[in-house]
């Protein structure tokens, strides 16, 4: 028997909120606890430019370099290059423009079934394995899996995440940290600069079919309507945080998959960090900000 109109679209206008309601109570029932770190017994360990295995660095050392950058890649065998090539070009004039800034990129493999391993030991041979590393991983964690074991061997004081697809001009580094300097005072020194591409929207969608860009809008808007209003681009991968804020934000990481980007711009700008809210779940103690500025 067929619905009357009115009723039929009060049941589909219903369907939103019904999704809506079950999104809220999954996110309830997972968030309750913090879920447990592995590291497998291989990622506990690099490739030297020489071959030879060494033991990685953690993050709760005191931090030995300037900046760490962390590029998560999948068969990234074809467009890691570019992005490499052009970051390292950056880094290293920079380098001897100002002989006290030190680097450290590393490459996580995570998982690619084609050549990207090979791809970045070329530069680690290149350029030392003290400027360039390369951590594979078991298997594939997603890319939030992927940055959070980079940042858990980085040494910088200030940590960079970068894609692989080389999406971002790495000298608009110099406009996140001019952002991150901004925020200074930095409470528990933790604060986020966050990247943006919206000024490139319209080119983009220009490129785009009509279906993406009505998946993409629609997206945008679960992300404002759900997690963060303050930040036009959220899935920007290029974010500078404090190796506090870093080491923070990632031991509270809830989920490795594809919205890492959405998660980690909620922490930094809700009215609380996020980090610290799942925190002190357990704690039971305050959540304090970590400011975060939009370039």
């Keep these: 028997m067929a619905l009357p109109l009115p009723a039929a679209a009060a049941a589909l206008a219903a369907l939103p909120v019904l999704l809506f309601g079950l999104i809220c109570m999954i996110a309830h029932v997972t968030a309750r606890k913090i879920p447990a770190f592995h590291r497998y017994e291989e990622e506990k360990f690099f490739l030297n430019a020489e071959g030879r295995k060494e033991s990685v660095p953690s993050i709760d050392d005191p931090a030995t370099k300037e900046l760490s950058v962390v590029v998560p890649s999948y068969n990234e065998e074809d467009r890691l290059p570019l992005m490499m090539d052009e970051a390292l070009d950056y880094l290293e004039k920079r380098q001897k423009q100002d002989p006290s800034f030190t680097y450290e990129v590393i490459v996580v493999n995570d998982g690619s079934k084609d ?153 930094a700008l809700g009215t609380e960090s996020l980090s610290w809210k799942l925190n002190s779940l357990h704690s039971g103690q305050p959540a304090p900000n970590i400011p975060a500025f939009k370039s």
């Design 115 to 267: 050549q990207t391993t090979k791809v970045a030991m070329k530069y680690c041979e290149k350029y030392g394995s003290d400027k360039v590393r390369v951590l594979s991983l078991v298997k594939n964690r997603g890319k939030g899996g992927a940055v959070r074991m980079g940042v858990f061997i980085s040494r910088g004081k200030k940590i960079l995440m970068a894609d692989a697809d080389g999406a971002t001009k790495f000298a608009d580094i110099e406009k996140v940290e001019e952002g991150l300097e901004n925020l200074q005072p930095w409470p528990n020194q933790m604060a986020i600069s966050c990247g943006s591409r919206a000024h490139l929207e319209k080119d983009s969608i220009a490129k785009r079919s009509y279906f993406r860009t009505l998946l993409m809008y629609g997206f945008h808007f679960l992300v404002w309507f759900l997690c963060v209003k303050e930040i036009r681009d959220t899935q920007c991968g290029f974010k500078l945080l404090t190796r506090k804020a870093a080491s923070e934000t990632f031991s509270a990481l809830h989920i490795e998959r594809c919205r890492l980007i959405t998660y980690l711009s909620k922490g």
